[in-house]
């Protein structure tokens, strides 16, 4: 069974500073998508950005970029100019290719990091 | 597009009752995954449906349950409730369970088992 671990329960940052999230997970398969969702107050998990393992190329979207490195299994989040609406839970994700394959649609999340702007 | 839904918001229930919580999907959407949110345990998944049949459980007691509808909505039930149960219950769907399908969440049942 695979598992996601973030190690960083929480975590603060300066307005418009930079600040890494970090992710880690385990599992014996070679290929596997990686995620990263944003839980806001509001409850509604929102995918911030997704990295399919096969792509060595790391994946960015906008402010946010990932660190993928498949062989230490490590899979990091950067905000760049961290705004005040990127206060949030940030979740890691992980889903099997296999299962992708077979028509299921299944995630396993790690526990989170709260993540705090200060003005 | 309206996003996926899910009622009612929050919900109080007793030991011993049962609860059904409904979604409803993006229109067009066809698979519905469903995930219990703790804070000691997390986000665990529960099931997922496409076109009304079960795809895939996860490792949950059978006192959780669920259906999905011709229309796609899909509805969870659980019996004799426990307090454990208690829990944020999220709903996500998708296009269709493929590879390159993004998964949009609800913002999620809020369930109090006293």
């Known amino acids: 069974a695979q598992t996601v671990t973030q190690s960083q329960p929480e975590m603060s940052v300066q307005e418009a500073e930079t600040v890494t999230l970090s992710c880690t997970y385990d599992?014996?398969?070679?290929?596997?998508?990686l995620f990263w969702y944003k839980q806001p107050p509001s409850r509604q998990m929102i995918l911030v950005i997704r990295?399919?393992?096969?792509?060595?190329q790391n994946a960015t979207e906008n402010r946010f970029s990932v660190n993928f490195q498949k062989a230490a299994k490590s899979f990091s989040l950067k905000i760049s100019d961290s705004q005040l609406g990127d206060a949030a839970m940030y979740f890691c994700?992980?889903?099997?290719?296999?299962?992708?394959?077979?028509?299921?649609?299944?995630?396993?999340f790690g526990k989170g990091t709260k993540l705090s702007v200060i003005p | 597009k309206a996003g996926v839904t899910q009622t009612p918001r929050y919900l109080i229930k007793t030991r011993g009752q049962q609860v059904t919580l409904s979604c409803s999907p993006i229109?067009?959407?066809?698979?519905v995954s469903w995930y219990q949110q703790t804070p000691g345990q997390g986000l665990q998944f529960l099931f997922e449906?496409?076109?009304?049949?079960?795809?895939n459980k996860g490792n949950f007691p059978g006192r959780f349950s669920g259906r999905q509808f011709s229309n796609s909505r899909s509805e969870m039930n659980v019996s004799t409730l426990e307090l454990g149960d208690s829990a944020l219950y999220l709903c996500?769907?998708?296009?269709?369970?493929?590879?390159?399908?993004?998964?949009?969440f609800g913002s999620g049942t809020q369930l109090s088992v006293l």
């Open positions: 996500a769907s998708s296009a269709g369970p493929t590879s390159n399908e993004k998964l949009f």
């Open positions: 599992t014996s398969e070679s290929d596997y998508y």
């Open positions: 990295q399919e393992a096969y792509k060595q």
């Open positions: 994700a992980y889903r099997s290719a296999l299962q992708s394959g077979a028509g299921s649609y299944q995630l396993t």
């Open positions: 229109s067009g959407h066809r698979s």
């Open positions: 449906y496409f076109s009304e049949t079960q795809r």
